[in-house]
C-alpha cells in the first residue's frame, strides 16, 4: 500500500470559482525514471499525467542524450526541443552519476521512499551499476520494479542497443512494407514504435 500523502493538481477556471482542487489516479504515487531515450522514459510520463510524483535521473553535464534528437536529421528543425517536451512533461530531475558512490547513496534513500523504479538500461548495465531487482528490491518491500529492453532478458542479442529506428522500425520489415515498389526505404516518425511499446509497460505497470 502506498503510505506517502496524497498530492493535489490545482487547476484554474475562467468562472468565479477560481482553483479547483482536483484528486487524480496517481496522487501519492512515487516514481522513479532511470532511463534514457523512450521506451521506459514514456511509461513514466503518463504516470505523471495521472498525477504522480516522477523524478528523472539524468547523467551530470549532458543529461539524457534525447534532449538533443531534435537537433539531428532528418528530424525537422525547430528552436524548441519538441521531443523532449513532448515525452519528458511533468517530471522532475535530478543529476546523478550512478557510477559515483555518493550518488549511488542518494540513488538508493530515493529508491526506499519510491513505488516504481523504471528503466530501460540494458541488463549489463543495470549489472554493472547494481539496479537489478536483486539489488534494489530489499531496500523496499512494495517497489513495483518495471525494467524493458529492445531485445529482452535473455539471448543472444539481449545487450544490443533496442533503438526505435534499427530494433523496431527496420528489424520488423515495416521499412520495407510500407514504401512504394523500387523506392528507398520508409523513415519512421521519431520514436514510432517506442511510444506504444512505453504503453504497453505503463499498462503492465498500472
Excluded at 75 to 97: F, H, I, M, N, Q
Amino acid at each position: 500500500m502506498n503510505d506517502h500523502p496524497p498530492r493535489r493538481r490545482i487547476f484554474h477556471d475562467t468562472t468565479d470559482r477560481g482553483a479547483i482542487l482536483v484528486s487524480t489516479p496517481l496522487d501519492g504515487i512515487r516514481v522513479l525514471d532511470v532511463g534514457s531515450f523512450v521506451f521506459g522514459p514514456a511509461a513514466a510520463t503518463v504516470m505523471a499525467d495521472f498525477g504522480a510524483d516522477v523524478v528523472k535521473i539524468e547523467p551530470p553535464a549532458t543529461g539524457d542524450p534525447y534532449r538533443y534528437l531534435h537537433q539531428m536529421p532528418p528530424l525537422p528543425a525547430c528552436e524548441e526541443d519538441y521531443c523532449w517536451l513532448l515525452t519528458s512533461r511533468g517530471k522532475r530531475s535530478v543529476a546523478l552519476d550512478l557510477k559515483d558512490a555518493e550518488a549511488r547513496d542518494i540513488l538508493l534513500r530515493l529508491v526506499r521512499e519510491t513505488d516504481v523504479f523504471v528503466t530501460n538500461y540494458p541488463p549489463r548495465v543495470l549489472e554493472s551499476l547494481r539496479l537489478g531487482w536483486d539489488d534494489l528490491s530489499p531496500l523496499n518491500g512494495r517497489l513495483i520494479y518495471a525494467h524493458a529492453t529492445g531485445f529482452g532478458d535473455t539471448g543472444p542479442e539481449v545487450d544490443k542497443p533496442g533503438y526505435d529506428a534499427t530494433a523496431w522500425w527496420a528489424r520488423s520489415g515495416l521499412q520495407d512494407a510500407v514504401r512504394a515498389r523500387g523506392s528507398e526505404p520508409a523513415l519512421s516518425v521519431a520514436a514510432m514504435g517506442d511510444h506504444p511499446s512505453a504503453m504497453a509497460l505503463f499498462g503492465a505497470i498500472m
